[in-house]
């Protein structure tokens, strides 16, 4: 399984934000927005990005859209939503 963040952001602005918070995995950047609008986070008439959390499986298919997403408790929430769809947890 992999994972990672998704931003609008520069890689540069993405770098230092990972680099403040400690993250231990990779922020993707799309300053262009392409990809964002292509999963419909962002559009015109949303010039800011949505923080949703999509769950692609292997066949790169799209399985689950939380649409719903709390900072304080996306971990777990995200933890919680794997197990739901049956994914493997993270090998340490």
Do not use: C
């Not at 963040?5 to 602005?13: F, I, L, N, R």
């Not at 649409?67 to 971990?75: E, I, L, Y």
């Amino acid at each position: 399984m992999a994972y990672f963040g998704a931003s609008v952001d520069t890689p540069e602005d993405n770098k230092k934000f990972a680099a403040e918070l400690g993250l231990d995995f990779p922020l993707l950047s799309d300053p262009g927005k392409q990809v964002a609008t292509a999963y419909g986070v962002t559009g015109a008439d949303r010039p800011l990005a949505r923080r949703w959390t999509f769950y692609i499986g292997k066949d790169g298919k799209v399985l689950h859209v939380e649409t719903k997403v709390s900072p304080a408790t996306a971990g777990a929430d995200v933890a919680a939503k794997l197990a739901e769809l049956g994914l493997a947890k993270k090998k340490q």
